[in-house]
């Protein structure tokens, strides 16, 4: 079943293609430009020596064949390591066939550790309009250095100080409202995103944080309490709906008209949304 939209659903590549390719890895985005998504989503953390690299867990472990956590290690460690063969394992489990356990493909740079850095680069060649949905992971941690040094690149690339939040092919998302609150601080028309996977009761209503425009739930908020989304739109807020993977799912978000669907299988849900 396809939809009769009356308005457009920003398709969101979550961690890039990431049901067919390793997550975070340039093989995952650029199979998700590829696929016709309108936008990626990459989480960020900072490595031992300050650089911003796209990996969802703390530690390296699930995703490569490498050991500990990214802000003990340094980019040269990450870069050692092998971030894709662990999906060839994934989807060999189970089978009677051995995997070649050491191949890796021959573009070795499309599955090693992405750089933020080199995810903007590839965003700025795609020749299109891609947008870009950053997570700051856990950036208490690090006391501001994450927004920090997101910022200096962004605006290297001259993407931290958009006219206005509608016309930035970048925005900020996190769990954190104090890192928002910082990156708002330092430019305030980066548009940020306001993840939830409850909501709060003092945010029942549809408020968000001060100053941020878009809520960020997850698709069993959505699922279980579907008047919230009408709640959030009455206060004036975008919702971007996160992991949307089943098409049931993409057909609530659609009836509930969603502004943004973040999904695994962003060619799935542009064909169930009829483009
Ligand atoms: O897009 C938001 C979503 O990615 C948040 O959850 O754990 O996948 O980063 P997580
Ligand atoms: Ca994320």
């Avoid at 390793?22 to 016709?36: M, N, S």
């Avoid at 802000?71 to 051995?98: M, N, Y």
């Avoid at 909501?199 to 209503?205: A, E, F, G, I, Y």
Wanted: charged content about 30%; proline content about 5%.
């Amino acid at each position: 079943m396809t939809h009769a939209r009356q308005h457009h659903i920003q398709v969101v590549a979550h961690r890039g293609a990431s049901e067919d390719a390793p997550e975070h890895t340039l093989a995952a985005y650029r199979k998700a430009i590829e696929d016709g998504a309108d936008a990626l989503e990459c989480d960020v953390r900072l490595t031992a020596d300050g650089h911003l690299v796209c990996v969802h867990d703390r530690r390296v472990n699930r995703t490569s064949n490498g050991r500990g956590a990214v802000s003990a290690l340094e980019l040269a460690d990450l870069a050692a390591l092998d971030f894709g063969s662990w999906k060839t394992r994934d989807a060999w489990r189970g089978r009677d066939e051995e995997p070649d356990w050491e191949h890796r493909p021959e573009d070795l740079e499309a599955t090693s550790v992405l750089t933020l850095e080199r995810l903007l680069e590839l965003v700025a060649d795609a020749g299109r309009r891609v947008e870009l949905a950053i997570e700051t992971k856990h950036p208490t941690r690090w006391a501001g250095q994450v927004e920090e040094r997101l910022l200096l690149l962004l605006k290297r690339f001259g993407l931290d100080a958009p006219a206005s939040p509608a016309e930035s092919p970048v925005r900020v998302m996190s769990f954190s409202a104090r890192s928002l609150h910082r990156v708002r601080a330092a430019s305030p028309t980066l548009p940020t995103v306001y993840l939830m996977q409850f909501v709060s009761p003092r945010l029942r209503d549809g408020r968000l944080p001060s100053g941020v425009g878009i809520a960020g739930p997850s698709i069993r908020i959505v699922r279980n309490h579907p008047a919230y989304v009408e709640r959030l739109k009455k206060a004036g807020h975008q919702v971007h709906v996160w992991t949307v993977n089943e098409p049931e799912d993409v057909d609530l978000c659609a009836r509930l008209g969603v502004d943004a669907i973040i999904t695994n299988r962003p060619r799935a849900v542009l064909d169930r949304l009829g483009r």
